[in-house]
């Protein structure tokens, strides 16, 4: 890093603890000109005020609406730059260490407060959680990255150190979070917006899982060895917070709602949320859900693939893609008798919004599965940034997954590991027949897990991975650590269109919505949507009907060596040892 970055720094961080200051009522005030170390960071009020400020780390609900933007299972107007084939070590970004140097100096200061050593091991292990996973969001873009733990001064010569190895940095976030499992405070956050331990426990679960996979399945790290201690330490940590018994899958009354309405509420469903992005009306902090996915321009027109869609169980437990010709059913006789998640998450059937119902909407779908998970129902906000539904950045759920695929990568996967997780998952989502199977899909390894030979569970438990966090931003980490950049290349597949320029009525209310065309007619019929095959961006695989391949004309690249991003050209420039990434040297 420069050294016109880190005066920034000191600049930014006195003005920012000074805002903070003159903010919190209960603080003690100082005069603005005698703010200092000596003074701010005396209390337990201090410190909570500092640690604040580190949850700005997390993910915005902004963020989490465009989470799964980039990968396999949705199709949108454009693809990320980073698959163009044109993006280079120039274009790069991500080096920023800002964040980190926060974190570092509070843990140099905050020996200075005069607290109880179990309020001071709580606030080491939040800042150290912090760092962890601060650490592990750099280590999962660029490999090798300096590892730091101090504040550095202008003048220190570490400010322009190489990269230490991934098992290095690595090794100090494990032991990071280790602390933070230990001495961050257990009581749980009643607002779900506040690490605790669980919580603490549950991100160990997540990072430990991507790294230990990370490994297994990149072979060129040579780090296979050190694979199943990670995993080892996912499942351990995952089966503390299940053991723990204080959070629970959420089941309503009702099936149909119980999985969407953990994604479109103001206040997070606490039972199963144990992180939360909180989004609140009164103090108008929103995000904009409706306007990016029920916009055909201010969002990318997501919408998910049959290929994805084909995935989702029949009700009564059985593959739907065992049945003959299940690529040529139409949507409206696709869709029924299915998971209940697939109803959760696309519009279809009985769907309405403001009393109408809302079929798919060809003028924004490519391919007529249009997701709605965090949309509202209402109309209200389609056009502007004011949804109030907070959004998750932590479930019970994918505990449950965790520690169901670290289990399985060990080979320790059992009827009673299944019970504990996926079955619990497919029981909310309406299953009659939630046994574990004992016998390979063959869709799922031939579109999607070719050559790794993965066991019956473990082909089921990345199913169940895939449709209960489909769009909550998992998808790309997840190709990236099973080393599966391949599946971002596949076409883009659509529903099944028995024949072009017949109108068809997609939630069988009486009304057609839809007719493929070559050409919009000139006496369009009033409420029919024209979507055009031309043959070259959408096409139907069988010319005159078949499933729609859409956005063919999106042209995308993935080669190896971009399981890594690039180092920043000019942060090479600024520190010249500083290593690029292999095979980006001449990009």
């Given at each position: 890093?420069?050294?016109?970055?880190?005066?920034?720094?000191?600049?930014?961080?006195?003005?920012?603890?000074?805002?903070?200051?003159?903010?919190?009522?209960?603080?003690?005030?100082?005069?603005?000109?005698?703010?200092?170390?000596?003074?701010?960071?005396?209390?337990?009020?201090?410190?909570?005020?500092?640690?604040?400020?580190?949850?700005?780390?997390?993910?915005?609900?902004?963020?989490?609406?465009?989470?799964?933007?980039?990968?396999?299972?949705?199709?949108?107007?454009?693809?990320?730059?980073?698959?163009?084939?044109?993006?280079?070590?120039?274009?790069?970004?991500?080096?920023?260490?800002?964040?980190?140097?926060?974190?570092n100096y509070f843990l140099e200061q905050m020996v200075r407060a005069q607290i109880s050593d179990?309020?001071?091991?709580?606030?080491?292990?939040?800042?150290?959680?912090?760092?962890?996973?601060?650490?592990?969001?750099?280590?999962?873009?660029?490999?090798?990255?300096?590892?730091?733990?101090?504040?550095?001064?202008?003048?220190?010569?570490?400010?322009?150190?190489?990269?230490?190895?991934?098992?290095?940095?690595?090794?100090?976030?494990?032991?990071?979070?280790?602390?933070?499992?230990?001495?961050?405070?257990?009581?749980?956050?009643?607002?779900?917006?506040?690490?605790?331990?669980?919580?603490?426990?549950?991100?160990?679960?997540?990072?430990?899982?991507?790294?230990?996979?990370?490994?297994?399945?990149?072979?060129?790290?040579?780090?296979?060895?050190?694979?199943?201690?990670?995993?080892?330490?996912?499942?351990?940590?995952?089966?503390?917070?299940?053991?723990?018994?204080?959070?629970?899958?959420?089941?309503?009354?009702?099936?149909?709602?119980?999985?969407?309405?953990?994604?479109?509420?103001?206040?997070?469903?606490?039972?199963?949320?144990?992180?939360?992005?909180?989004n609140n009306a009164s103090l108008r902090v929103l995000n904009d859900a409706n306007w990016y996915?029920?916009?055909?321009?201010?969002?990318?027109?997501?919408?998910?693939?049959?290929?994805?869609?084909?995935?989702?169980?029949?009700?009564?437990?059985?593959?739907?893609?065992?049945?003959?010709?299940?690529?040529?059913?139409?949507?409206?006789?696709?869709?029924?008798?299915?998971?209940?998640?697939?109803?959760?998450?696309?519009?279809?059937?009985?769907?309405?919004?403001?009393?109408?119902?809302?079929?798919?909407?060809?003028?924004?779908?490519?391919?007529?599965?249009?997701?709605?998970?965090?949309?509202?129902?209402?109309?209200?906000?389609?056009?502007?940034?004011?949804?109030?539904?907070?959004?998750?950045?932590?479930?019970?759920?994918?505990?449950?997954?965790?520690?169901?695929?670290?289990?399985?990568?060990?080979?320790?996967?059992?009827?009673?590991?299944?019970?504990?997780?996926?079955?619990?998952?497919?029981?909310?989502?309406?299953?009659?027949?939630?046994?574990?199977?004992?016998?390979?899909?063959?869709?799922?390894?031939?579109?999607?897990?070719?050559?790794?030979?993965?066991?019956?569970?473990?082909?089921?438990?990345?199913?169940?991975r895939a449709i209960e966090l489909a769009m909550e931003g998992f998808r790309y980490d997840d190709?990236?650590?099973?080393?599966?950049?391949?599946?971002?290349?596949?076409?883009?597949?659509?529903?099944?269109?028995?024949?072009?320029?017949?109108?068809?009525?997609?939630?069988?209310?009486?009304?057609?919505?839809?007719?493929?065309?070559?050409?919009?007619?000139?006496?369009?019929?009033?409420?029919?949507?024209?979507?055009?095959?031309?043959?070259?961006?959408?096409?139907?695989?069988?010319?005159?009907?078949?499933?729609?391949?859409?956005?063919?004309?999106?042209?995308?690249?993935?080669?190896?060596?971009?399981?890594?991003?690039?180092?920043?050209?000019?942060?090479?420039?600024?520190?010249?040892?500083?290593?690029?990434?292999?095979?980006?040297?001449?990009?």
């Amino acid at each position: 890093m420069n050294k016109r970055k880190y005066r920034m720094k000191k600049i930014f961080f006195i003005a920012t603890l000074a805002l903070l200051t003159a903010c919190e009522k209960s603080f003690e005030q100082y005069p603005p000109d005698k703010l200092s170390p000596e003074n701010a960071f005396n209390t337990e009020k201090d410190l909570q005020l500092y640690a604040n400020s580190f949850y700005n780390n997390l993910p915005s609900a902004n963020d989490i609406v465009r989470g799964d933007q980039t990968s396999d299972f949705l199709v949108g107007s454009t693809i990320d730059n980073y698959l163009s084939g044109s993006y280079s070590a120039a274009q790069a970004g991500g080096w920023t260490w800002e964040p980190l140097r926060n974190i570092n100096y509070f843990l140099e200061q905050m020996v200075r407060a005069q607290i109880s050593d179990e309020s001071r091991k709580h606030f080491e292990g939040l800042a150290r959680f912090f760092r962890a996973y601060f650490y592990f969001n750099k280590v999962k873009q660029f490999g090798n990255v300096p590892w730091q733990e101090k504040t550095l001064t202008i003048d220190d010569p570490d400010l322009y150190k190489t990269q230490d190895s991934r098992a290095y940095v690595m090794e100090k976030v494990l032991a990071d979070l280790n602390f933070a499992c230990e001495n961050i405070s257990p009581a749980i956050d009643p607002t779900s917006s506040q690490i605790s331990r669980p919580v603490a426990l549950a991100f160990k679960s997540r990072i430990c899982l991507f790294e230990g996979t990370y490994r297994k399945y990149h072979e060129e790290l040579s780090l296979q060895a050190t694979a199943n201690t990670w995993l080892q330490e996912a499942a351990d940590a995952a089966k503390q917070v299940i053991d723990g018994g204080q959070y629970r899958l959420n089941i309503e009354s009702d099936p149909t709602t119980s999985f969407r309405n953990l994604f479109i509420n103001e206040q997070p469903k606490t039972n199963e949320i144990m992180l939360a992005a909180i989004n609140n009306a009164s103090l108008r902090v929103l995000n904009d859900a409706n306007w990016y996915w029920t916009s055909a321009t201010y969002g990318r027109r997501l919408s998910f693939t049959k290929t994805f869609v084909n995935t989702f169980l029949n009700r009564d437990g059985s593959r739907f893609t065992d049945q003959a010709n299940y690529n040529q059913i139409p949507f409206w006789e696709e869709v029924k008798n299915r998971d209940l998640r697939l109803q959760q998450c696309i519009r279809m059937g009985s769907y309405q919004r403001e009393g109408q119902p809302a079929p798919p909407d060809f003028t924004y779908t490519y391919t007529g599965y249009m997701p709605y998970k965090f949309t509202l129902d209402s109309k209200a906000t389609d056009g502007r940034a004011e949804n109030n539904n907070s959004l998750p950045l932590m479930r019970y759920a994918e505990v449950l997954l965790n520690y169901a695929e670290a289990m399985a990568e060990l080979n320790r996967f059992t009827e009673a590991e299944w019970n504990l997780t996926i079955k619990l998952l497919r029981e909310r989502a309406g299953l009659s027949n939630t046994a574990m199977p004992l016998t390979a899909d063959t869709y799922l390894e031939q579109e999607y897990f070719a050559d790794q030979n993965l066991s019956a569970a473990l082909l089921e438990i990345r199913r169940e991975r895939a449709i209960e966090l489909a769009m909550e931003g998992f998808r790309y980490d997840d190709l990236m650590r099973w080393k599966l950049a391949n599946l971002l290349l596949k076409p883009y597949t659509g529903l099944y269109v028995p024949a072009m320029n017949t109108p068809y009525d997609l939630n069988e209310d009486g009304k057609d919505d839809v007719s493929f065309v070559t050409a919009v007619p000139s006496n369009p019929q009033k409420g029919i949507v024209y979507f055009v095959i031309n043959g070259t961006q959408h096409y139907l695989t069988n010319q005159t009907s078949g499933n729609i391949v859409a956005q063919n004309n999106l042209r995308r690249i993935f080669d190896d060596f971009m399981y890594l991003r690039p180092i920043p050209i000019e942060e090479i420039t600024l520190n010249p040892d500083l290593k690029q990434n292999a095979g980006w040297e001449s990009r």
